[in-house]
């Protein structure tokens, strides 16, 4: 599976991260759209824990990072520029959240599964 997550997937969720920087507002909302779907979708749930280290390190970092450097405003008004830049920190960072709660809860499952600790998990 992380031989089909470096190919496949990790180079398409990076190209919906740099279409969530776009400067133009509606470009920014439907990348984060399917940016979410993507990254929280049941299939991805399998994933190695390497591959949900290279989701964080390669796509959710640099989103975030590049998130908190200025914009220009392309012909709207300055401040509209602005609040819809603050949305998609938003969606961004919460997204980091779910995506991180999902992968902790992920590992400790299949941490006691190891343990056959499922009963412990479970409660």
């Excluded at 089909?4 to 990348?31: G, I, K, T």
């Excluded at 399998?46 to 640099?62: G, M, Q």
């Amino acid at each position: 599976m992380l031989n089909h997550w470096e190919q496949y997937h990790l180079p398409m969720l990076q190209a919906f991260s740099n279409l969530c920087r776009d400067p133009r507002h509606e470009v920014r909302h439907h990348a984060m759209n399917l940016l979410q779907r993507s990254l929280l979708s049941p299939e991805l749930m399998a994933l190695a824990p390497n591959a949900y280290r290279n989701c964080f390190s390669e796509v959710l970092f640099p989103l975030l990072t590049a998130l908190l450097k200025p914009f220009p405003s392309l012909g709207e008004d300055a401040h509209i520029t602005a609040i819809n830049v603050e949305e998609t920190r938003v969606r961004a960072t919460a997204l980091l959240a779910k995506l991180f709660l999902q992968y902790a809860c992920t590992s400790l499952y299949s941490l006691a599964l190891t343990y056959d600790l499922t009963h412990v998990v479970e409660r």
